[in-house]
């Protein structure tokens, strides 16, 4: 088996769509669109684009070229490329141990979107006209550990029986029609929200630049919140993009393909504040963050719209499209390092991996019923935040410094070997004077990060 030819995805739009898919997530489709109308509108945007073009691109480029170089799964890259610095083998461990910690959180909320894609289509928020009503039910679906349980079982299943097949007759094919299905989603909810009332005003709030928001936030807490925006999305850091640089030819460039990825990436997330601002105004419902936004807003807003049951329906089947493509992407990243780890089969790995992920899922399940006491945070905190904590504000932007410094250091793989296999192919290239401001600059922006990210919690 340690001979085995490594897997190929079948065309470049496969593994485009793929990458894209693994980035694009619910926390950046709802968290994007909140967080630029609340820092300043256009101004936040353009604060955004320059960050994920001098940071979230060159080391996503990073990790497709370490995985495309080695042939193997994030736990295996170093030894690989490197075998003689046994010192950065500490890193694959630590990739893989992200990849399970955020699946162990972000199982329960992809059977959130699922639950309410069924609730919607079914008419259960037929009869409310409330937005207390709404919270009931939000709050009634998290107080039943057993209903949780059961949504995060089948996505579980669905995900490592989607990963069990041919990585080109499994993973990619679906999430090809998946992906293609999200975009023409997204489409046709934008055009349906730029026909309402308010689609002027909410544009406004959302686009265009605001001095007293920009006041209000403070100019530096804005590009803070950007750059973490910027680099969040892609999910770096853990190895999520480094398997699938392994499944790939060397046909293109990766710096190109980096760019097409975060151009599509990017534009799911502005097309969801078009959907959200206007829809948001037309019927007089202030926007809110996280959690509230999807489950208690929006359905406040669906409720008052004509064939509102449709166009709810559609929008959780395009945030359940959202959140499964990163499933997917994170359980074959799990299925292969536990693969190369032990050598099994993919069958039993899948098997194995599939009852290990659904049994680590239910901390976070019972977090909101029978653990609710555990506040790691203060007040409203719970396990999922602990999760979240420990996967976003430490093991995300202290993967991607470890990526960065391998790459550009001469005691790692070097900036020459990792130009080189980033240039192979056709495409944009990564050019000699890059590597001053990759080598000392990147590292610098992501250790503000690291360091913003690991105290934001406990400033008051």
Known sequence: MDNAPRERLGSRIGFILLSAGCAIGIGNVWKFPYIAGQYGGGFFVFIYLIFLAIMGIPVMTMEFSLGRASQTSPVKIHSKLTPEKKGWRVHGPLALIGNVILMMFYTSVTGWMLQYFVMMMTGKFDSVTTTQEIEGIFSGMLSSPSTLILFVGFVVIIGFLVCSFDIQKGLEKVSKVMMVALLFLIVALVINSLTLSGAGEGLKFYLVPSLDRMKENGVFNIIVGAMNQAFFTLSLGIGSMAIFGSFIDKERSLLGESINIAVLDTFVAVMSGLIIFPACFTYGITPDAGPNLIFVTLPSVFINMPLGRLWGTLFFLFMSFAALSTIFAVFQNILSCVQDLTRWDKKKACLICGIG????????????????????????????????????????????????????????????????EANTGKGVKIKKWMSFYLTYILPIIMAIILVYGVVSPFIK
């Open 357 to 420: 992920i659904f049994l680590l899922s239910i901390p976070c399940i019972l977090g909101f019923n029978l653990w609710s006491d555990f506040q790691p945070f203060g007040t409203g905190s719970g396990v999922l935040d602990l999760e979240d904590y420990i996967v976003s504000n430490i093991l995300l932007p202290l993967g991607s410094i470890l990526f960065v410094v391998y790459c550009t250091s001469k005691r790692g793989w070097g900036f020459k070997k990792f130009m080189k």
